[in-house]
């Protein structure tokens, strides 16, 4: 059975790099008709060539996920330059790392402004579009990190990301009565930017402590959220997908190793 989101129209959110590019180009190639959103606009610029390039369809929108205006006028700007909104991927997210005893109120609010109320904003502001044609496909780049697992220095992350998690349960039961799903992709450690910056030899060391034997691919975890976007997914809500080479399976990292 083909999975495809052809002709669909998409917004990605925290799409100028990593997952979130990933994640539009991977639509994008599959046909779909894509809105790429995310603070700065020279890298979406960039990204928007790539794709028409490529031979796909593709927009560009420059806003803040945390500023509810922001994000009204990011579902307006999709419904002008394509007429609907069938997929919202939201995919931005931060990850700032403090220990418990050093999270400020500042750092803590700014986490959750980002990762967990950017949500509300992004799904209140497609929702009437996705209402009024009776679909839609919502798709949230959740983590591994507060909801498996958890990581020193991460405590406000966490706490962020399992919060969204809860959002999505109750939301699917609120969509469901108008065709409208909503569930999250729960990555492992993928090679972004930011894991690669910490260097080859810690990139190896997380390595060694996954069943597969390396650290994900962005476009690994873009296939999995292409499926929970497809019509395909139709009888999938409220869920969450893991994608992490079986990095959560261990009882102890010596375990992952034959």
């Excluded at 990605?12 to 990593?18: I, L, M, P």
């Excluded at 009776?134 to 591994?144: A, D, E, F, K, P």
């Excluded at 060391?205 to 976007?229: C, M, N, T, W, Y």
Aim: one cysteine or more.
């Amino acid at each position: 059975m083909a999975i495809s989101v052809r002709d669909k129209v998409a917004i990605v959110t925290g799409a100028s790099r990593g997952i979130g590019r990933a994640i539009a180009e991977v639509l994008a190639a599959d046909g779909a008709r894509v809105l790429v959103v995310a603070r700065g606009s020279t890298e979406l610029a960039e990204l928007v060539a790539s794709i028409k390039s490529a031979g796909g369809k593709a927009a560009l929108f420059r806003g803040d996920v945390s500023r509810k205006d922001d994000m009204t006028a990011m579902a307006a700007t999709c419904l002008e330059r394509f007429g609907r909104i069938d997929i919202l991927c939201h995919n931005a997210g931060i990850f700032p790392t403090a220990r418990v005893e050093e999270t400020t109120e500042a750092l803590w609010d700014e986490i959750h402004a980002v990762n967990l109320k950017s949500t509300l904003f992004a799904v209140q502001a497609c929702l009437p579009a996705m209402k009024a044609q009776h679909y839609g496909r919502i798709v949230l780049t959740g983590s591994t990190a507060g909801y498996y697992s958890g990581f020193p220095g991460l405590a406000a992350y966490t706490a962020s990301k399992a919060g969204q998690i809860g959002f999505s349960r109750s939301a699917a039961i609120e969509f469901a009565p108008f065709g409208i799903t909503i569930n999250s992709v729960l990555p492992g450690s993928v090679l972004t930017d930011g894991l690669a910056a910490l260097g080859e030899a810690y990139v190896n060391s997380v390595a060694r402590g996954i069943p597969i034997g390396r650290v994900g691919d962005p476009k690994e975890i873009a296939h999995a959220v292409q499926f929970l976007a497809s019509t395909e997914a139709g009888y999938i809500t409220g869920q969450t997908l893991v994608v992490d080479g079986g990095q959560r399976l261990p009882h102890t990292p010596a375990a992952a190793v034959l």
